[in-house]
């Protein structure tokens, strides 16, 4: 190549190098606004300029699409920052709130602090108050006469009073904290088989129990006291059991008494039947013209004498067959008894009186009743009591039903009446001596308000059971209602020797 | 004429007894104690002796007792004339088992039947 076309040819590629300078500027610059004019000439320059606007154009459509992104990512990112403000907001309340609560907190737990000391202060004063109320509580049971102690619900001794210790020979120390069963022994007098359900009965049934009579206390010594007394259930505010209290007494000196009292009864009783009998008999001997004939006027007179001194020997009967009950004289002698023929014979007894008040007797006896092994002049008694209270108490034209029924070991006896009953409110008295139901004693005058106790006391003693329904029936007189009737229940051992034989439950 | 002898304390029953017994055309007898009625058995022997029981210084079972070491006295009927309860009847009837001639009468009894009794005991 010549020199000269060597310089034409550099002259040309400085030219075309000095018009892409100012696009290399802007670039440098980051301006990519600028237009590329693209020669005809095709040549190296040209192919670089249109490869560099193209690359402008790629650019600036970058740049673009760059400055959109950033605008929804500003618009983004402004959107979050509201929300989180608005968070930030929330949270500040929230925290307002829990600033206030905790506040409060504290003001209350300040209160509850003064008051637990003043609460505190005050249990402080209750207890001393509670336990000079306990010693004088415990002072008085001390010093009350009747002995006196407490059981918890597991039947331990927890207190013990002086008396207790005087009546039983044993110290208040050797007692406490143990079941009383282990220290006390209440036994029945007569068999010596123990006698303490009064406590599991009075919590059972929760209310006052009197302690069985002829119960005695085994003192330390061995030897015994009669006691009585009674058994209280304590309860707590909400009614459950929490104990029991037991106060009993030496009924020693009472006993004496009613004894003396007893055979003061029986001595006066005996010491009536003679002039009695004499009364009685002078009295049959008029009226049976042994000393000449009699008028129908002196007759009448006569009777009335012989009718009210046969009440009163009837009377000084019963009073006897009491005290011989309450001096255990009553001795039982047992034999083989033919029940029905006994009812039978008793009934034909009272053929007279029933007639009088045409009142109709009916007999329902079970078929193959056995023979009882039993005391014949009781179950006398007993019939005679129960029937002539029926008889009495049942007013003209009235019914009554006698009923005797077997099952394994037991005979029942039923005495129902359609009589006047028994008055609700005096039910629980009607077995108890010398008492005799108001609404009775206008109908009759005779009782004596015996019958029953010594009833009651036979059936006791034969090992058999009494109990009765009453006004048990209803019927319309003049338009109102009224409820009459009685029913007596009696059931006795076929054997009686053959119950004694069955273990006796003790609890 | 039946000769009955009536040992009784009380007064108004030996009385009564006796006003009865005499009715009924007995020859009556009477003794206020068991002394007194065993020495009148042993020297008039009565046909029958009505015999109370508790009576003072000689009671009506040693009366008894004493009668029948008595040949006499061993086979005559005596009647016991108690007020007694069941049960002291009972008693007498342990202690005067095996006697030949016994016989119980209770004093709440009609007196025509302590009369009808004796009269049995005599077969009349």
């Known amino acids: 190549m010549t020199e000269t076309k060597l310089k034409k040819e550099n002259m040309y590629i400085k030219n075309r190098l000095s018009a892409l300078s100012p696009i290399f500027h802007k670039m440098a610059l980051g301006d990519f606004s600028f237009d590329i004019d693209i020669p005809e000439k095709e040549d190296e320059f040209t192919e670089l300029l249109v490869t560099l606007d193209l690359m402008k154009d790629d650019i600036n459509e970058l740049v673009r699409e760059l400055a959109t992104s950033e605008k929804e990512l500003e618009e983004k990112v402004k959107n979050r920052t509201d929300e989180l ?36 202060q005050k249990v ?126 030496d009924v020693t000196k009472e006993r004496e008494i009613d004894r003396a009292k007893t055979e003061f009864v029986s001595l006066a009783s005996h010491q009536l039947r003679t002039p009695l009998s004499t009364i009685n008999w002078y009295a049959e001997m008029l009226l049976e013209g042994d000393i000449g004939k009699i008028d129908s006027g002196q007759k009448n007179y006569l009777e009335k004498i012989y009718r009210n001194n046969k009440r009163m020997v009837a009377l000084v009967d019963a009073l006897l067959n009491v005290s011989r009950i309450e001096l255990g004289t009553l001795a039982m002698d047992l034999k083989s008894i033919d029940i029905q023929k006994a009812s039978e014979d008793l009934i034909s007894e009272f053929i007279p009186q029933i007639r009088n008040k045409k009142i109709k007797i009916k007999t329902n006896y079970d078929k193959d009743l056995p023979h009882i092994h039993t005391d014949l002049k009781f179950i006398r008694i007993i019939f005679q009591n129960l029937l002539s209270n029926s008889i009495k108490y049942t007013p003209a034209d009235g019914e009554i039903l006698l009923t005797i029924e077997k099952s394994n070991s037991h005979i029942l006896i039923t005495v129902s009446d ?21 609404n009775v004693k206008e109908y009759d005058t005779d009782g004596t308000g015996l019958g029953l106790y010594i009833v009651k006391s036979i059936v006791r003693q ?12 209803t019927r319309v007189v003049a338009g109102k209602k009224e409820r009459y009737g009685t029913k007596f229940y009696v059931s006795l051992p076929i054997d009686i020797m053959e119950k004694e034989k069955e273990p006796r439950g003790v609890g | 004429m039946k000769k009955i002898l009536i040992i009784e304390d009380e007064l108004d029953m030996l009385e009564v007894l006796g006003d009865k017994f005499s009715a009924e055309n007995f020859e009556v007898l009477k003794a206020k104690n068991g002394d007194e009625g065993l020495e009148v058995s042993l020297r008039e022997h009565p046909d029958i002796i009505l015999l109370d029981l508790v009576m003072p210084k000689m009671d009506g079972m040693t009366t008894m007792k004493k009668l029948r070491e008595d040949e ?22 342990g202690m005067v088992e095996g006697e030949p001639m016994y016989y119980l009468v209770k004093s709440d009894w009609k007196i025509k039947d302590v009369v009808k009794k004796v009269k049995e005991a005599l077969n009349m």
């Open chain 1, 85 to 120: 403000h608005q968070k930030i907001i929330k949270i500040d309340l929230l925290n307002e709130n829990l600033k206030d609560s905790q506040h409060a907190t504290l003001n209350i737990l300040e209160d509850l602090n003064e008051e637990k000391e003043k609460v505190e």
């Open chain 2, 72 to 93: 006499w006295g061993k086979t005559v009927p005596i009647i016991i004339l108690t007020n007694l309860s069941a049960t002291d009847e009972k008693l007498i009837m």
């Open chain 1, 462 to 473: 034969l090992k058999g059971k009494i109990w009765f329904d009453s006004l048990m029936f």
């Open chain 1, 124 to 249: 402080k004063d209750q207890t001393k108050d509670l336990k000079e109320e306990k010693d004088k509580i415990e002072t008085i049971i001390e010093s009350i006469g009747d002995g006196v102690f407490v059981i918890d619900p597991e039947f331990k001794i927890i207190l013990f009073n002086k008396a207790a210790t005087l009546i039983s020979g044993l110290s208040t120390k050797s007692v406490l904290g143990k079941r009383y069963k282990d220290t006390l022994k209440f036994v029945f007098e007569e068999n010596e088989k123990i006698s303490d359900d009064f406590v599991k009965e009075a919590m059972i049934a929760s209310k006052i129990i009197e302690i069985s009579n002829h119960t005695v206390l085994i003192k330390k010594d061995g030897s015994k006291v009669p006691v009585a007394g009674k058994v209280a259930p304590i309860k707590n505010k909400k009614g459950k059991i929490i104990g029991c209290v037991i106060a009993f007494r």
């Open chain 1, 418 to 438: 359609t009589g006047y009953g028994i008055p609700e409110n005096q039910e629980s008295m009607i077995f108890t001596k010398l008492f005799r139901a108001d």
